[in-house]
């Protein structure tokens, strides 16, 4: 009779295992896991850019496919991975909902069939209607159009000189400050009363323009330079300024003031700028 048989089934103990794993007979994790986490990285590696390249691009493609099926020339698709920006002039409510619906539907081939590759749409719309005025009252686009000469009368070069000189002087001694990454104002709603009343004493339209360094991407900064503006712009309107009076435009990273390559230059070219619209030369 074998006396050790009831001992076979009972745990090591440490100086067993260790005496075990010297004769090579450890159990097979250790050596198991060293190429499970190899194929982890590799599967890693293989897949960022797939995600970032192939998928990114079958995105912004079936994006742009559905808002040109649906006739919505007015919106423009900017993917990030999986994710869209929606941007434009929504002629209603109704199409910027139309909009968002055909880019999450849109479908686009994959290995496995047709799929939806949009998982999220963030719309960064511009509308024809400031809710802080009265249903049909149309406010300037912000995109730099002007508005019709007949609704406000043009400043005259003395006035707008003089008009600008004031605003200069006013956001060099302080800067509006905005989050991180966002159009919230961070504080600034002293600096925005003063920058009203002056407003509301100039003659003409004013144009506000949002700057930002050049960190991160181009279509980025313009949105977020953009939509900075248009904050300016309803705080402005929300203290008394008249809406048509006023126009809300991003420049991105186009006109720096500085340097760059230093956080102060950088810090200095993210500004908001205030000036008069010019008429035309006749």
Known sequence: MDE???????PMTQPDAAAAYARGRYPFVPYGIIPLVALILLMIVA?????FGEVQAATQTAARAALD??????????????W???????PSQAAAKAAKEAVLKARSGTLFGSAEPATWVISHFTWAEDPLLPPGTLRPRSDGEEPPAAAVP??????????????AGI?????????????????????LDVIAAAARNCQGVLRIAGHTDDVGRDANNGTLSRRRAEAVRTALIARGVPANRLIAE???STQPLADNDTADGRARNRRIEIRSVRSPPN
């Open 4 to 10: 050790s048989a009831p001992f076979r089934n009972l």
């Open 250 to 252: 991003g420049l991105g």
């Open 47 to 51: 897949l960022v850019p797939f995600a």
């Open 69 to 82: 099926k649906a006739g919505m020339s007015w919106a423009r698709a900017t993917a990030s991975g999986q």
């Open 84 to 90: 869209v920006i929606l941007e434009g002039r929504p």
């Open 171 to 191: 956001l060099s001694q302080a800067r509006i400050g905005f989050t991180t990454g966002s159009a919230a104002f961070d504080d600034g709603s002293t600096l």
């Open 154 to 167: 043009p400043a005259t070069e003395a006035e707008a000189a003089a008009c600008d000189s004031t605003m």
